[in-house]
């Protein structure tokens, strides 16, 4: 079936007995037809229940209100926490970088082979050196300096940009902290990459530290943005091997190599709709 008849929906309950065939009679009686289908539940009895099904819908644009108020009895009956989204929906995306450029280019590549879909409506930074390589791509670029007398109005300026104007953003190693009121305005949807040291190897320069501690292991880490500092839901980790072979400077080139792909693949996830919240942890359907 065709992409823009895809709908995706994605539920969290309470567990009980019979969701699963409630959801699906639904989408039968509505003429619709599953493609994907994926559940889990953290206890079977008294746990919470998770799903997100994928499923194709003739005329979907036009029935999209219909299928929701029939759904709406299910979702009081079992009291869900649910969306609908639409497959063919791009979201616009904003990335926050500073200086370095390795997890920006990821994303930049995957998105102009199209295995990103995505919008990147802009790149915003508080240094210039990104400039030539954002606006290659037709991507507006905006320089926002952040020092210590201007972060209120740094900040401002950075709402004023991607307020109701993106669906995600993404901190493609932006070494700044953003505040706890800028990052409530948009729970669940800013994304962050940092590596895995942390906290073992907090402050300056990590990998210095680390190869003097003899690491045999560098990790990354992308996670939702939160209040607590590098402590939200994480999405995607993943781990290389490394020896005492290996430089600071080797740790540094085999780091940047785990963040980039541990980024790429969490913001897409996201972009799927693979990824369901609860508490301070993931569900992720990938």
Not at 76 to 88: C, P, V
Request: charged share 25%; net charge positive.
């Amino acid at each position: 079936m065709a992409h823009h008849s895809r709908a995706r929906l994605l539920i969290s309950c309470l567990d009980r007995p019979g969701i699963v065939a409630a959801v699906s009679r639904c989408l039968f009686e509505q003429g619709a037809n599953i493609v994907h289908s994926d559940q889990h539940t953290t206890d079977p009895e008294g746990g919470i229940f998770f799903m997100r099904i994928e499923f194709g819908l003739p005329g979907l644009q036009d029935r999209c209100v219909e299928l929701e108020r029939a759904f709406e009895p299910i979702a009081r009956r079992f009291k869900m926490d649910w969306r609908l989204t639409h497959a063919a929906r791009v979201k616009p995306v904003a990335i926050f970088v500073s200086k370095k450029d390795h997890c920006l280019l990821e994303l930049l590549w995957r998105w102009k082979a199209g295995d990103m879909a995505a919008e990147i409506a802009m790149v915003v930074s508080n240094h210039t050196n990104l400039r030539r390589l954002v606006e290659s791509y037709g991507i507006p670029f905006h320089h926002i300096p952040v020092t210590r007398d201007r972060l209120d109005q740094a900040e401002a300026t950075q709402l004023q940009l991607v307020d109701g104007k993106v669906d995600l953003i993404v901190l493609a190693r932006y070494m700044r902290i953003l505040s706890p009121a800028f990052v409530r305005r948009f729970p669940g949807r800013i994304i962050n990459i940092h590596h895995s040291f942390l906290p073992a190897f907090v402050g300056a320069d990590p990998y210095t530290q680390a190869h003097a501690r003899g690491v045999k292991l560098i990790g990354a880490t992308a996670h939702y943005a939160t209040d607590a500092l590098d402590a939200g839901p994480i999405i995607e980790q993943d781990v290389e091997r490394v020896d005492h072979r290996h430089s600071v400077e080797d740790l540094k080139r085999i780091g940047r190599r785990v963040e980039r792909m541990v980024l790429a693949r969490a913001v897409t996830w996201h972009l799927e709709d693979k990824v369901l919240v609860y508490g301070n942890k993931t569900v992720v359907f990938a």
